[in-house]
C-alpha cells in the first residue's frame, strides 16, 4: 500500500499543524504515535529496525505489537532519528527504561533547541534510582519547563482499537502540560493535566509493582478479596513512598496513581501482571523474563525503589515481599497485603494529617515519630 494521504486528511478532522516526533515504536510508542494522528498532528514515528520502519509506513501497520490495528495513513515512520526528528516541535519518547540514557545521547544532536520533551515512560533508572523525567533534565541539559510526562490507566492495545481512555500530562511548567495535553487528545483519549511530576511519574512507576504482586496472588490462585486488599494496601505504599519525595497525595488518588493502579492490576494485557501470574505459578525468573517479549518496567524497579524507600524511612511490605519472591526466597502463596511478621494489630489510618504537612523533610521526621509511637514498626495508614 504506496499511497500516500496527508494527515488532515487521513485524520478526518482539522489538523493542528503540530509537527511531532515519537521515539520508540514499540507497543505505547505506536499507539501514542496513533492517538496523536487521529488529534490531528503530523507525526513522525521512529523505529530502530527499519523493516519495522518500512512496515508502519507502507503497510500502516505494527504487527508485532500491535495485532489487527490499522494505523491512521498519515502516520509516516522511519528508522533515521535526524528525520524523525527535523522540525518537530514536540518530542514523545517510549522506550524501555533502562535504555533511555543511551538514547538520549543520540537524540540530543537532533534536538530542536526550544522542543518539549516528554516521557511516556513508567520506570526508574535501575542503576541511578532516576525518574525518566530526570535523566532527561540532566542528559538533554534543558529547562525542566520544556519536559512533560504521561501517565494513567493506558494500556496500548485498549486505546489503539480506540476505547474511550484519559490520561494526565504533567510538567512543572502548566503552560507545557498545556500545550502537551491540546496536540495529546483525540474522540477517544481525553488528557487532563498537573503539575505534579513527581507524583505523576511515581504513580506510573509503583502500580507496576503492585500489579506483578497481584499478578502473583492470582497465579497462585487466590481470589478477589485478596486482591482488593493488595491493590488498596498497595495504594497506601505508592501515596506513602511518593508523598515523602514531595508528591501531591491527590495525584496517587488520580488517573496516574488509583486509575492505572486498578487497569495494570485487573488486565491480562499488562505486561507487569502477567509476569506476576507466571511467578505465582511457580515458574523461575528466569524463565519469567525469557518469556516476557515486551518491556515489563516492574521488575527492573523493585531494587531501585526499595532503596529510595528505605532512604526516606517508607515502609512498603508488598513491594518488599515481590522483591522476596523475585529472588525467590518467599514463596508466592506466602505473599499477603502486609509483612509477614507482623503480629500486632495495626491501624489503618495512622499518618494523620500527612497529606496537609509541609516539606519532605517535616513528613520524614513525622514518619520518624509515627515508628516509635508503633514501636518500631513502620507507619501505615489510608490518607484523609
Ligand atoms: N504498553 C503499554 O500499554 C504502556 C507502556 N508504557 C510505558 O512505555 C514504555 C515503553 O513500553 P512499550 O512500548 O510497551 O514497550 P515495548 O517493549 O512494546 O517497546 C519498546 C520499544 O523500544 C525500542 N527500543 C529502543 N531502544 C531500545 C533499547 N536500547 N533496548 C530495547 N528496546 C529499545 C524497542 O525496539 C521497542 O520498539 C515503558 O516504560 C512502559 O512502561 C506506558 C503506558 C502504556
Ligand atoms: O502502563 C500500562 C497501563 O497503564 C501498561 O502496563 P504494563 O507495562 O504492565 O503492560
Same mark, same amino acid.
Given at each position: 500500500m504506496k499511497t500516500r494521504v496527508p494527515a488532515k486528511k487521513a485524520a478526518g478532522r482539522k489538523a493542528t499543524g503540530k509537527r511531532v516526533a515519537v521515539l520508540g515504536a514499540g507497543s505505547w510508542g505506536t499507539t501514542f504515535a496513533k492517538i496523536l494522528a487521529d488529534g490531528g498532528a503530523d507525526v513522525v514515528l521512529w523505529a530502530r529496525?527499519? #523493516?519495522?520502519a518500512r512496515e508502519i509506513q507502507e503497510a500502516k501497520r505494527n504487527s508485532?505489537?500491535?495485532p489487527g490495528v490499522n494505523l491512521p495513513l498519515g502516520l509516516r515512520a522511519t528508522s533515521r532519528l535526524d528525520l524523525a526528528l527535523a522540525g518537530? #516541535?514536540? &518530542?514523545?519518547?517510549? &522506550?524501555?527504561?533502562?535504555?533511555?540514557? #543511551?538514547?538520549?545521547?543520540?537524540? /540530543?544532536?537532533?534536538?530542536h533547541a526550544q522542543a518539549s520533551v516528554v516521557s511516556l515512560m513508567k520506570g526508574v533508572e535501575k542503576s541511578t534510582g532516576k525518574r525518566m523525567s530526570e535523566v532527561i533534565a540532566e542528559v538533554l541539559r534543558i529547562d525542566p519547563a520544556q519536559i512533560a510526562v504521561i501517565s494513567g490507566p493506558n494500556l496500548a492495545l485498549?486505546?489503539?482499537? #480506540?476505547?474511550? +481512555?484519559?490520561?494526565v500530562v504533567s510538567s512543572t511548567s502548566l503552560e507545557t502540560a498545556q500545550a502537551v495535553a491540546s496536540v495529546a487528545r483525540n474522540r477517544?483519549?481525553?488528557?487532563?493535566?498537573? +503539575? @505534579? &511530576?513527581?507524583g505523576t511519574e511515581f504513580g506510573g512507576v509503583l502500580k507496576n509493582l503492585i500489579a506483578v504482586a497481584i499478578g502473583i496472588v492470582d497465579g497462585v490462585g487466590y481470589g478477589e478479596n485478596t486482591k482488593a486488599s493488595i491493590i488498596t494496601r498497595g495504594l497506601v505504599e505508592m501515596t506513602d513512598f /511518593? &508523598?515523602?519525595?514531595?508528591?501531591h497525595p491527590e495525584t496517587l488518588a488520580g488517573l496516574a496513581g488509583l486509575g492505572d493502579l486498578i487497569a495494570t492490576s485487573q488486565s491480562p494485557l499488562s505486561r507487569n501482571n502477567t509476569a506476576g501470574r507466571l511467578l505465582g505459578q511457580g515458574y523461575h525468573l528466569n524463565d519469567v523474563v525469557n518469556q516476557m517479549q515486551q518491556t515489563t518496567e516492574g521488575l527492573a524497579s523493585v531494587g531501585p525503589i526499595l532503596e529510595l524507600a528505605r532512604a526516606m524511612g517508607v515502609d512498603m511490605p508488598i513491594v518488599e515481599q515481590v522483591r522476596q519472591v523475585l529472588a525467590g526466597t518467599l @514463596?508466592?502463596?506466602?505473599?499477603?497485603p502486609h509483612l509477614t511478621t507482623d503480629d500486632e494489630p495495626q491501624g489503618e489510618r495512622t499518618i494523620d494529617g500527612q497529606a496537609q504537612s509541609g516539606s519532605a523533610v517535616r513528613r520524614a521526621f513525622q514518619?520518624?515519630? @509515627?515508628?516509635?509511637?508503633?514501636?518500631?514498626?513502620?507507619?501505615s495508614g489510608d490518607r484523609p
Amino acid at each position: 500500500m504506496k499511497t500516500r494521504v496527508p494527515a488532515k486528511k487521513a485524520a478526518g478532522r482539522k489538523a493542528t499543524g503540530k509537527r511531532v516526533a515519537v521515539l520508540g515504536a514499540g507497543s505505547w510508542g505506536t499507539t501514542f504515535a496513533k492517538i496523536l494522528a487521529d488529534g490531528g498532528a503530523d507525526v513522525v514515528l521512529w523505529a530502530r529496525r527499519p #523493516e519495522l520502519a518500512r512496515e508502519i509506513q507502507e503497510a500502516k501497520r505494527n504487527s508485532d505489537y500491535l495485532p489487527g490495528v490499522n494505523l491512521p495513513l498519515g502516520l509516516r515512520a522511519t528508522s533515521r532519528l535526524d528525520l524523525a526528528l527535523a522540525g518537530a #516541535e514536540q &518530542v514523545y519518547i517510549s &522506550v524501555p527504561s533502562q535504555s533511555l540514557r #543511551e538514547n538520549l545521547a543520540i537524540i /540530543a544532536p537532533h534536538l530542536h533547541a526550544q522542543a518539549s520533551v516528554v516521557s511516556l515512560m513508567k520506570g526508574v533508572e535501575k542503576s541511578t534510582g532516576k525518574r525518566m523525567s530526570e535523566v532527561i533534565a540532566e542528559v538533554l541539559r534543558i529547562d525542566p519547563a520544556q519536559i512533560a510526562v504521561i501517565s494513567g490507566p493506558n494500556l496500548a492495545l485498549e486505546i489503539a482499537k #480506540e476505547q474511550p +481512555t484519559a490520561a494526565v500530562v504533567s510538567s512543572t511548567s502548566l503552560e507545557t502540560a498545556q500545550a502537551v495535553a491540546s496536540v495529546a487528545r483525540n474522540r477517544y483519549f481525553r488528557s487532563f493535566v498537573n +503539575t @505534579d &511530576v513527581i507524583g505523576t511519574e511515581f504513580g506510573g512507576v509503583l502500580k507496576n509493582l503492585i500489579a506483578v504482586a497481584i499478578g502473583i496472588v492470582d497465579g497462585v490462585g487466590y481470589g478477589e478479596n485478596t486482591k482488593a486488599s493488595i491493590i488498596t494496601r498497595g495504594l497506601v505504599e505508592m501515596t506513602d513512598f /511518593a &508523598v515523602a519525595y514531595g508528591a501531591h497525595p491527590e495525584t496517587l488518588a488520580g488517573l496516574a496513581g488509583l486509575g492505572d493502579l486498578i487497569a495494570t492490576s485487573q488486565s491480562p494485557l499488562s505486561r507487569n501482571n502477567t509476569a506476576g501470574r507466571l511467578l505465582g505459578q511457580g515458574y523461575h525468573l528466569n524463565d519469567v523474563v525469557n518469556q516476557m517479549q515486551q518491556t515489563t518496567e516492574g521488575l527492573a524497579s523493585v531494587g531501585p525503589i526499595l532503596e529510595l524507600a528505605r532512604a526516606m524511612g517508607v515502609d512498603m511490605p508488598i513491594v518488599e515481599q515481590v522483591r522476596q519472591v523475585l529472588a525467590g526466597t518467599l @514463596d508466592p502463596k506466602d505473599i499477603a497485603p502486609h509483612l509477614t511478621t507482623d503480629d500486632e494489630p495495626q491501624g489503618e489510618r495512622t499518618i494523620d494529617g500527612q497529606a496537609q504537612s509541609g516539606s519532605a523533610v517535616r513528613r520524614a521526621f513525622q514518619r520518624a515519630f @509515627d515508628q516509635l509511637r508503633n514501636g518500631g514498626r513502620g507507619a501505615s495508614g489510608d490518607r484523609p
